[in-house]
Structure formats: structure tokens, C-alpha cells
């Protein structure tokens, strides 16, 4: 089996691990999220793509559920100390990846050709893909004003209710090299349990890739990102709210019925399966919470098994 994975945050880079592991390395590609990434202190951060990678290549700090395992800050304490910006965490392990990609991409490289680069040095066999080599930032309507991603998530904490997203040069924004393919080619796409606003949203707005998706619709699983009606992790629950929908799985449901043939619930949301195939959608039920690293291969397990 042959799957593609549209992934952002945390979430899809646990189930990216639980889906690699029951399927290999050869048979998943995973398409990130770029509208989280930022220029801090010079550097091009690319954080959904970095979670991935951490991920899927065993240094992610499962603690913190972000950045490197075993960190130290003493380069940005230093910066702070000399007037840089400190609010967003590079810890110092960090820092040497965003050095490279950046000295990269300053070279001319495009940005899939540098994270390919930076996947076969880590050893990861998953074929990794930013959704678009062009520039593509997430901006976020706010009471105060808009505000691009990393301010309203990381500096102001996500505090601020959310009134509308934009996405920034996804009119301009092609799809990186091989997206489109392995699109058509997978025999199933996931969705993955990532907040389908700033993480799914930012993936299918570059032109042609939700047209590609929806091509393939009866081939599509969404995966719910909600469980009985709390994020598992994040601020989608608040954000479903403010921007007018309902704050549980099938409030998530319906934001795919145009991309997705399966939606996958939670057992904890079972009793809601009605409700999500009367949307039109083919309602399955797994376990989709991984927050414990030695259950993300019994969730992927479950959920194949659930939407073959």
C-alpha cells in the first residue's frame, strides 16, 4: 500500500512515526506544512517540516512534543544578552539544522532539495516534501489586528481569538516537485490529525493540490485532530468556535466533506458516526490519540486496517 500523508504540527508528525512503522519507509510520503515558517536571528526556520524530521528520524523531544531531545539554549541566551530576539526557542542543537537549510537555500537551492538533503543526512527513508518551494506564510485575523502565525502561536500564546486565516502568496505558490504525483499515485491519502485551519488549511490552499486531493476523494482519510470535543493538543477547539463552527469532530468533518471519502473518529467519539455519515462521508472508528511514543505504530496499525 501506497500512502501520501498531509501533514502539519505535532500531531501529523506522530502519526507520520505510527504509519511509517506499520507500512516502511518506502511506501509513505509526507507532504508538510510551510505557513508556520519564519526568519529568526537569519535563520529559516521551518518548523512543521522540522517536527517531521525530528520525528521520523528519533531526536524529537517527546517531553516538550517540539524541537531537539537533549537541548541547550546557550546561543540564544546569548543573542537575548546582546539584544536578539528570544521569544521564539532555537535551542542550540536546533540551531545547527536552520544553519545549514539556510546556508541552502542562500545558495539557490530550492527549499525540497535542502530538507531532502537534511532527511538523507539524519537517515530518514520517509520521502519528505515541503507542499511548495515558494513562499507561503499563515496570517491570523485577529480583535488586535492580523498577525502572522509565529506571533499570534508562540509569542502572544495562541491568546488571541482568531476571526479569520489567510494565507499569504498561496496564489503565486506552485507545488513543490513530486507533490502532484504522489498524490495520484498513492492508493490511499491521509489528512492527518493536524488543526485543519493553520496545518491542513495552508497545504491545500497552494493551486492544484486540493483540486488533486478532491480528485482522488474516494481515496482521502481524514483524520480528526478533535476527541470529544478538546483538541489533543493546540487551539483548534477555540478556533473551530470563533470562526463559526461547531467545536467537535464533525465540526472538522465538515470542513473536508469536499477533499475526504473516510473521516476517522476516535473511539471516544463513536456515538458521533451518524452525524459524519450524513454528511456523505464514510464514518470509521479507531484510536487516533498518540501522544505515548509506544502507541503511535498501534494507532497507524488501527487506522489502516480501519480505512483499507
Do not use: K
Amino acid at each position: 500500500m501506497r500512502a501520501v500523508l498531509l501533514s502539519g504540527g505535532g500531531g501529523g508528525a506522530r502519526f507520520a512515526r505510527g504509519v511509517a512503522g506499520v507500512l516502511g519507509d518506502d511506501d509513505l510520503t509526507v507532504v508538510g506544512n510551510v505557513g508556520d515558517d519564519v526568519e529568526i536571528l537569519g535563520l529559516h526556520v521551518s518548523p512543521d517540516l522540522d517536527s517531521l524530521l525530528y520525528t521520523l528520524g528519533g531526536l524529537i523531544d517527546a517531553e516538550r512534543g517540539w524541537g531537539r531531545s537533549e537541548e541547550s539554549w546557550n546561543a540564544l541566551e546569548s543573542a537575548a544578552a546582546w539584544g536578539g530576539e528570544d521569544w521564539f526557542r532555537l535551542g542550540d542543537r536546533d540551531i545547527g539544522l536552520h544553519l545549514v537549510r539556510t546556508a541552502l537555500l542562500r545558495e539557490g537551492r530550492p527549499l525540497s532539495e535542502a530538507f531532502a538533503y537534511l532527511a538523507d543526512r539524519l537517515g530518514v527513508g520517509v520521502r519528505l516534501l515541503p507542499a511548495t518551494d515558494d513562499r507561503l506564510r499563515t496570517f491570523l485575523e485577529t480583535p488586535e489586528g492580523e498577525l502572522d502565525f509565529q506571533t499570534w502561536f508562540v509569542r502572544r500564546r495562541h491568546a488571541d481569538r482568531v476571526l479569520g486565516v489567510r494565507f499569504d502568496g498561496a496564489e503565486a505558490a506552485r507545488p513543490a516537485p513530486g507533490v502532484l504525483d504522489a498524490v495520484a499515485d498513492a492508493d490511499t491519502v491521509f489528512l492527518a490529525p493536524s488543526n485543519p485551519f493553520v496545518s491542513i488549511g495552508p497545504i491545500l490552499a497552494v493551486p492544484g493540490l486540493r483540486e488533486a486531493v478532491a480528485a482522488r476523494r474516494e481515496h482521502v482519510a481524514a483524520v480528526s485532530p478533535i476527541v470529544a470535543g478538546e483538541a489533543v493538543r493546540g487551539p483548534l477547539a477555540g478556533m473551530l468556535s470563533s470562526l463559526g463552527h461547531e467545536p467537535t469532530a464533525v465540526g472538522v468533518a465538515r470542513l473536508y466533506v469536499d477533499v475526504a471519502g473516510t473521516f476517522v473518529l476516535d473511539e471516544g467519539d463513536a456515538a458521533l458516526a451518524p452525524e459524519v455519515e450524513a454528511l456523505g462521508l464514510r464514518a470509521v472508528v479507531a484510536p487516533v490519540v498518540m501522544i505515548d511514543p509506544e502507541m503511535r505504530e498501534d494507532v497507524g496499525r488501527a487506522v489502516l486496517e480501519a480505512v483499507r
